[in-house]
């Protein structure tokens, strides 16, 4: 086992970390997040902190859901329950405040994103031609060159060195008569399947203070704290055209914490019409986050070796984000909704200490070749046919935060022993949900479905296809409220 301090974040952890769910109340959700201009949610002060301003009562919202997604692998669960939500606004009427009507203050907690997820897939498109070895003998035979191994050579490079492949491809010895070292190669692959679970989640906490003037103005600022605890394993499986099995699992595991600010302003531009917007921004978040990965390596059900990193610190910070919604509404007994939020990527960055080290240099401008801007569109609709009775329905298309041709690349030196990656494409999210109020008590339950489609590559090689995999799960949740 070789344990060293050294890095292992690149773009496709970059995207994840800052990408989000659309989770909070079960309204919330209903309404598919589209609260930025109408408010009147606790979950809005996580997006438009100006929404909580909206409030003239005191409310207070707890709420559990179910997360069902593809069947488990690796021993985890493909569903879990979860706390997504559990938020208080408390509303003070301003007396004698002039044009100032309310002043506001809330703590709200969202899993703002749940990382759970399996998949089980073949590699397709191998044709006996591919297989993972070519990419891991490339690094080897440069780690080799330049006496300085990375975990995924230095832990491969026995396999080869046992006699199981050498350079002119027949098995047998990686030096000649003369003791001229022949260099590394892989074989072929006939097969391969490839087994993921991911678990996990971030947590985010606002806290709020927002004002109401006139009942046309809101303005809002919340403070986001955030909790990250992100696992991933997998496991890889090559049958070779030789018949020679080959065995690889990884796991990675990232921990911490980060904090970011985000201000809202909502606006009724006319006076008797019930027509609203809203704009709101927010910060990077700024994170200290942990890391510390391993692997281990088997051929032919023999085990050749294990490694793993020492827990290592940096600083990540995710993009800004842009918003602008709209809202309108028809008496008490209709709403809707719209919003558009945007963020770029590709400026993403990691740091150390404040610094980049050259690897961070590296990874740096992988964000920015690999990544792109994200735009979120969120629609939402609220009917209640009665005064105790909602119905809701929304929409979310979450676009690609990845470019065409985008790749993971490991270096030979590098800590990382995952060769696979997968581009994902857009998300849509599609949901529906119920209200009812009985005096001060309300009970709203919501059905989330998303959908989303990817190429997944099981290692870096510019001639294979992708396999297409997808990434659906469903959520049903349920949020107890009281107003007050």
Same mark, same amino acid.
């Given at each position: 086992m070789m344990t060293g301090v050294i890095t292992a974040q690149d773009s496709y952890d970059a995207a994840n970390l800052a990408t989000?769910? #659309? &989770?909070?109340?079960?309204?919330?959700?209903?309404? $598919?997040?589209?609260? $930025?201009? #109408?408010?009147?949610d606790v979950s809005v002060m996580?997006?438009?902190?100006? $929404? =909580? =301003?909206? *409030?003239?009562?005191?409310? =207070?919202? #707890?709420? *559990?859901? $179910?997360? *069902?997604g593809p069947k488990g692998v690796l021993g985890h669960d493909g569903s879990r329950m979860s706390l997504d939500n559990a938020g208080i606004v408390v509303s003070l009427p301003v007396e004698d405040g002039g044009n100032l009507q309310y002043v506001n203050f809330g703590v709200n907690y969202t899993k703002s994103r749940n990382f759970l997820g399996n998949l089980n897939t073949p590699v397709e498109n191998l044709n006996g031609t591919f297989s993972q070895t070519f990419q891991i003998a490339g690094l080897a035979n440069t780690a080799y060159d330049n006496d300085k191994f990375g975990m995924l050579a230095d832990m491969s490079s026995p396999l080869y060195e046992n006699g199981v492949r050498t350079k002119d491809g027949i098995v047998g010895e990686t030096e000649d008569a003369d003791g001229n070292f022949l260099g590394y190669a892989g074989l072929p692959a006939a097969a391969a399947n490839y087994q993921r679970s991911t678990y996990g989640s971030t947590s985010q906490v606002d806290m709020n203070v927002s004002f109401n003037v006139l009942d046309k103005y809101f303005f809002g600022a919340s403070v986001g704290l955030y909790d990250v605890n992100y696992n991933r394993e997998s496991f890889y499986q090559e049958l070779g055209t030789d018949g020679i099995t080959y065995d690889f699992s990884n796991w990675y595991n990232t921990d911490g914490s980060g904090i970011d600010f985000k201000l809202g302003f909502i606006c009724r531009p006319i006076d008797d019409s019930p027509f609203r917007f809203g704009l709101n921004v927010s910060t990077p978040v700024w994170y200290r986050l942990e890391d510390v990965n391993g692997s281990m390596l088997y051929i032919n059900d023999n085990y050749i070796d294990n490694q793993s990193t020492d827990p290592y610190q940096y600083n990540y910070r995710t993009p800004w984000k842009f918003g602008a919604s709209l809202g309108y509404t028809v008496g008490n007994y209709f709403a809707v909704g719209a919003e558009y939020e945007y963020q770029d990527l590709s400026t993403a960055k990691y740091t150390e200490n404040g610094h980049e080290t050259a690897y961070m240099?590296?990874? &740096?401008k992988f964000i920015e070749d690999n990544l792109q801007g994200q735009s979120t569109l969120k629609l939402g609709m609220e009917v209640k046919p009665s005064s105790a009775f909602s119905i809701r329905c929304g929409y979310n298309y979450v676009s690609s935060p990845f470019k065409n041709n985008a790749y993971r690349i490991i270096a030979f030196d590098s800590p990382f022993t995952e060769t696979d990656f997968t581009n994902w494409k857009a998300t849509n999210r599609f949901t529906v949900g119920l209200g009812y109020r009985y005096k001060g008590g309300y009970v709203d339950v919501a059905y989330q479905y998303s959908a989303q489609k990817g190429d997944f590559y099981a290692f870096d090689e510019v001639d294979l296809k992708p396999t297409e995999i997808e990434n659906?799960?469903?959520? #049903?949740?349920?949020t107890f409220g009281f107003r007050f």
């Amino acid at each position: 086992m070789m344990t060293g301090v050294i890095t292992a974040q690149d773009s496709y952890d970059a995207a994840n970390l800052a990408t989000k769910d #659309l &989770n909070g109340t079960a309204r919330y959700v209903g309404m $598919g997040g589209a609260l $930025g201009a #109408l408010g009147g949610d606790v979950s809005v002060m996580g997006t438009n902190p100006a $929404g =909580a =301003a909206m *409030f003239r009562k005191t409310d =207070a919202a #707890l709420t *559990f859901s $179910g997360v *069902f997604g593809p069947k488990g692998v690796l021993g985890h669960d493909g569903s879990r329950m979860s706390l997504d939500n559990a938020g208080i606004v408390v509303s003070l009427p301003v007396e004698d405040g002039g044009n100032l009507q309310y002043v506001n203050f809330g703590v709200n907690y969202t899993k703002s994103r749940n990382f759970l997820g399996n998949l089980n897939t073949p590699v397709e498109n191998l044709n006996g031609t591919f297989s993972q070895t070519f990419q891991i003998a490339g690094l080897a035979n440069t780690a080799y060159d330049n006496d300085k191994f990375g975990m995924l050579a230095d832990m491969s490079s026995p396999l080869y060195e046992n006699g199981v492949r050498t350079k002119d491809g027949i098995v047998g010895e990686t030096e000649d008569a003369d003791g001229n070292f022949l260099g590394y190669a892989g074989l072929p692959a006939a097969a391969a399947n490839y087994q993921r679970s991911t678990y996990g989640s971030t947590s985010q906490v606002d806290m709020n203070v927002s004002f109401n003037v006139l009942d046309k103005y809101f303005f809002g600022a919340s403070v986001g704290l955030y909790d990250v605890n992100y696992n991933r394993e997998s496991f890889y499986q090559e049958l070779g055209t030789d018949g020679i099995t080959y065995d690889f699992s990884n796991w990675y595991n990232t921990d911490g914490s980060g904090i970011d600010f985000k201000l809202g302003f909502i606006c009724r531009p006319i006076d008797d019409s019930p027509f609203r917007f809203g704009l709101n921004v927010s910060t990077p978040v700024w994170y200290r986050l942990e890391d510390v990965n391993g692997s281990m390596l088997y051929i032919n059900d023999n085990y050749i070796d294990n490694q793993s990193t020492d827990p290592y610190q940096y600083n990540y910070r995710t993009p800004w984000k842009f918003g602008a919604s709209l809202g309108y509404t028809v008496g008490n007994y209709f709403a809707v909704g719209a919003e558009y939020e945007y963020q770029d990527l590709s400026t993403a960055k990691y740091t150390e200490n404040g610094h980049e080290t050259a690897y961070m240099i590296t990874q &740096n401008k992988f964000i920015e070749d690999n990544l792109q801007g994200q735009s979120t569109l969120k629609l939402g609709m609220e009917v209640k046919p009665s005064s105790a009775f909602s119905i809701r329905c929304g929409y979310n298309y979450v676009s690609s935060p990845f470019k065409n041709n985008a790749y993971r690349i490991i270096a030979f030196d590098s800590p990382f022993t995952e060769t696979d990656f997968t581009n994902w494409k857009a998300t849509n999210r599609f949901t529906v949900g119920l209200g009812y109020r009985y005096k001060g008590g309300y009970v709203d339950v919501a059905y989330q479905y998303s959908a989303q489609k990817g190429d997944f590559y099981a290692f870096d090689e510019v001639d294979l296809k992708p396999t297409e995999i997808e990434n659906n799960r469903s959520q #049903l949740m349920c949020t107890f409220g009281f107003r007050f």
